[in-house]
């Protein structure tokens, strides 16, 4: 077994994991520490790939900013264990089975389909930040601006939303 | 070198898993970490298909999903505050309004 792959499966293993106690993980603030693993582990299978650029991003604005939101409302709005209120019938009996059906639909495609994926390019194909950031001011220069729109209408929606009434 | 396979399988296992979080968590907060998962779990097929295709327009794409991610996170984390302080409960069984 060859280096990439083992560090592959180390950091697969952890990103399961880490979504596995997010879902078991009563209590709201663990859920969130075990999404920080999930995405940190993320963040280093992209550092494998050779996107660089993303891998940091995905530590910064999602392990940093988005989280650190997170655990401020949970801590803000004082939450605590959730309750256990009874399942619906249906959620119990049909709910799980679809889930896994459905994992294992696009589990299937994936192998019927991977002698069709191209080869991946040889390691150390690193996408520079250069070449991005080239192609996000020149070809997608009007969706980068929009996004920028985008924010700023969700940052005064959010202040709106969450503003108290006097 | 790892095949671009192996990384679209965990996509699939870590989307599943988002889906079934939502299905069956009663807090309204981890509900929304669920989609946050979902989300991270097509990320990493875009950038699997951006190597494997050895063109950088699927790392691009990542990068607006997640400027649309941190905007989603801020307007429902506003909802969340909202809906908390009118049901003083964070269980979306007792977000009920609409219910029959």
């Known amino acids: 077994m060859t280096a990439p792959l083992l560090i592959f499966f180390v950091l697969a293993t952890l990103a399961v994991l880490g979504a596995v106690s997010l879902i078991l993980q009563r209590h709201p603030i663990h859920s969130a520490l075990s999404l920080i693993v999930v995405m940190v582990a993320l963040a280093g299978l992209y550092l494998l790939m050779g996107a660089e650029f993303v891998a940091a991003v995905q530590i910064i604005v999602y392990g940093g900013a988005i989280m650190v939101l997170f655990v401020f409302v949970i801590m803000l709005l004082n939450a605590e264990e959730e309750e256990r209120t009874n399942f619906s019938k249906l959620a119990t009996y049909a709910g799980i089975p679809l889930a896994v059906a459905m994992t294992g639909l696009i589990a299937a495609a994936i192998a019927r389909s991977s002698g069709a994926l191209p080869a991946p390019a040889p390691s150390g194909a690193l996408t520079s930040t250069k070449t991005l950031s080239m192609l996000l001011f020149s070809e997608f220069v009007y969706p980068f601006e929009l996004t920028s729109f985008l924010i700023l209408v969700a940052i005064l929606g959010a202040i709106v939303l969450a503003q108290r009434e006097s | ?100």
């Open chain 2, 1 to 100: 070198m790892v095949p671009t396979s192996h990384y679209l399988l965990l996509s699939a296992i870590l989307f599943g898993l988002g889906i079934v979080g939502f299905v069956f968590k009663r807090n309204i907060i981890t509900l929304f970490m669920s989609i946050e998962l979902m989300l991270n779990a097509v990320n990493l097929a875009f950038v699997a298909f951006s190597q494997s295709l050895g063109k950088p327009y699927g790392e691009v794409f990542v990068l607006f999903v997640i400027v649309v991610a941190a905007a989603e996170a801020a307007v429902g984390l506003g909802i969340i505050i909202l809906t908390a302080r009118n049901r003083r409960s964070l269980n979306v069984e007792r977000v009920d309004l609409l219910k029959l």
